[in-house]
């Protein structure tokens, strides 16, 4: 049973730019969540799908925006980036399946710097 | 506005001591409160949890003390190894399903 994975380890972007962060969920799982953690900063919760759709979202711009696959496999898009979305981009999957169930996994995550 | 109150910042701990971590949080609706616990280049991963009608947890080393009346809950680490040097965080949820609502997290350097 592989863990979740996600790529690319590290990024680094100019402001304005777009960036795609892809994830792949643990096996069995169907929802994955997305977290923003700043430097020396908690997780803030982006938003959470849910066997490809939105189930959840918190107190970020549209710019953020999500897709999940049929393979529940994920992609996190940020457009138009700023300096202050340079962070730690978490994934973490959850749920689904006879062993599925309420934790919530997390990758490594990706780290974006914008300059 | 910050839901889940962490502190320390920072701790340190003689090897073999006990660390204490304490969490404060405002809305009476959350219903999950787990403890992650994040090593440098690596996700949070879940350390113990509690919900709110239980007033202590032990697994192990790590104890989770909870006071609802104060709306307060902590982490006890027993006998303190330097493999436990890691970040903690809080954290509560309304439900052990929904979103993840994080302290800000405390840094503990356990000294051999």
């Known amino acids: 049973e592989t863990g979740v994975t996600q790529s690319p380890t590290h990024l680094i972007k100019t402001r304005g730019q777009q960036v795609t962060l892809r994830c792949s969920s643990q096996s069995g799982h169907n929802t994955v969540s997305w977290y923003q953690q700043a430097l020396g900063q908690g997780p803030q919760f982006i938003f959470q799908?849910?066997?490809?759709?939105?189930?959840g979202r918190g107190n970020f711009p549209p710019r953020f925006s999500g897709l999940q696959f049929p393979n529940y496999s994920s992609e996190l898009n940020v457009n138009a980036l700023e300096l202050d979305d340079s962070a730690l981009y978490l994934c973490a999957s959850s749920g689904g399946g006879a062993r599925g169930g309420n934790e919530q996994f997390f990758g490594p995550g990706t780290r974006l710097t914008v300059l | 506005q910050q839901q889940v109150k962490q502190s320390p910042q920072s701790l340190i701990v003689q090897k073999g001591g006990i660390s204490i971590i304490n969490c404060a949080y405002e809305n009476t609706a959350f219903d999950y409160f787990p403890w992650y616990q994040q090593f440098p280049g690596k996700g949070p991963a879940l350390l113990i949890a509690i919900r709110p009608d239980v007033s202590e947890k032990k697994e192990g080393r790590f104890t989770i003390s909870f006071n609802k009346s104060a709306k307060q809950f902590s982490l006890h680490i027993m006998d303190s190894q330097p493999g436990d040097s890691a970040t903690y965080f809080c954290a509560a949820q309304y439900s052990s399903a929904s979103k993840i609502i994080f302290g800000s997290g405390t840094r503990l350097s356990i000294r051999p």
């Open positions: 799908y849910y066997r490809e759709e939105e189930n």
